[in-house]
Every structure is written in C-alpha cells, then in structure tokens.
C-alpha cells in the first residue's frame, strides 16, 4: 500500500521508489480519483523488491534480503511473515500473463513436490532464506526483550546502519543491521556477545550484518 507512503516520503523519494520497483520487475497499480489516477500499490515480491536484478549473487541478495527482513523481526510487536517472502520466492510473471491481475506477481501458485525438492536442497534460494528466517526466528523467541510489549528506541547511528535498543528489566538487546555493502565499524559495542552467532562482537559490521548484542 503506497497511500500511507506518500505522505511520509518527500516527493523525490517516492517517485524513486516506484521507478525502482518497476525496474526490478514489478508493477504499479493505480486507482481514479477527481485528481486523475494515483499509484496506490506495489506489486512485486519482497526478494525481488529488495535486490538488483542486473548485479545478481545470490549469496549477497540473500544476505540484503534478510538485513531487511530482521529489522521487522526486531521491531516492536509480532511479526508478520508473508509465505512468500519465508520461501525467497521470485516474482510470477507468468501468473500475472495468465491473469491479468497485477497480484498475482506475488501469490506464485506452489508446487508442493517441488518445493518440498528445493527445500531439501541445501544450495537453493528457498533453502537458504527459510533456514536464515528459522534461525533469527528461533534466536528471537529466547530474548525477552523482543517480546511484543516491549519499548523500542531508535539510537543515532551512521546512516548505513540501523540501531534499535530493546530493553527488559535490567538487561537490553542492541539490534543492529547494515543496510549496506560496506563494512562499517561499530566500536562503542565491541565485546558485547552477539545471540545470533553466541560470539563476542569484535566491533565490525559486516556488508548486510545483522546482530542481536547483549
């Protein structure tokens, strides 16, 4: 839904958005109104709307893909995982052709044999995003801190990161996630342990890292 969006977002950022979305291969719906139409919705997968289709890794699109998907994992309240986006599926254009509906790009019909066959592969896309979900899922389920009652603050950070603080009682989780390529140094956390590797943090972010510190 773009109707919220665009009252936040300046002009320019929400104009940049739809151009990004339609050159990753997705679709703008629009609705009429006495202005004229108006974008309401994007449609497209979240895999594809997060990564670069003309400078594709996979292991890089992955590692985005989940960076993006830990920060509403992180956040305040219960998270809302879409199947798709659980099973790093592509977008359907074929459904959209057979449909018409702009929807359908992401409501690709599955295949129950042949899910079940990438699941059971460890080199596939679904493979690796489903195990990363069930890994951030079952470390989150452990930290009272994320439960969904509980405050969060955004901390003041370098702009390729993102920082939030939840506390609990007397103990705290620092979310941090790298929402870029680059390798950032964050100092000021340096020896905390990091729950989702249960190692001690060496003040590195990693290109698209996410960390859960304590």
Known sequence: GLLSAK?????SRFEALLETIVAHGGLISYKSTDQGSIPYELNITYYDAINEPLDSNEETDVNR???ACSIMLADKGIPGIYIHALLGSRNDVKGVEKTGINRMINRETLSAEKLFGELSSPGSLRYRVLAHFIHLLNVRKEIPAFRHSVKRT???SDQRLFIMERPHRNRKIIAVVNVSGDTVALNQYQGKTDRIRNFLFEGSVEPYGVYFLE
Do not use: C
Request: proline share 18%; glycine share 0%; charged share 10%.
């Open 65 to 67: 893909f989940m960076a």
């Open 154 to 156: 955004i901390l003041p």
């Open 7 to 11: 009252e936040i977002l300046p002009q």
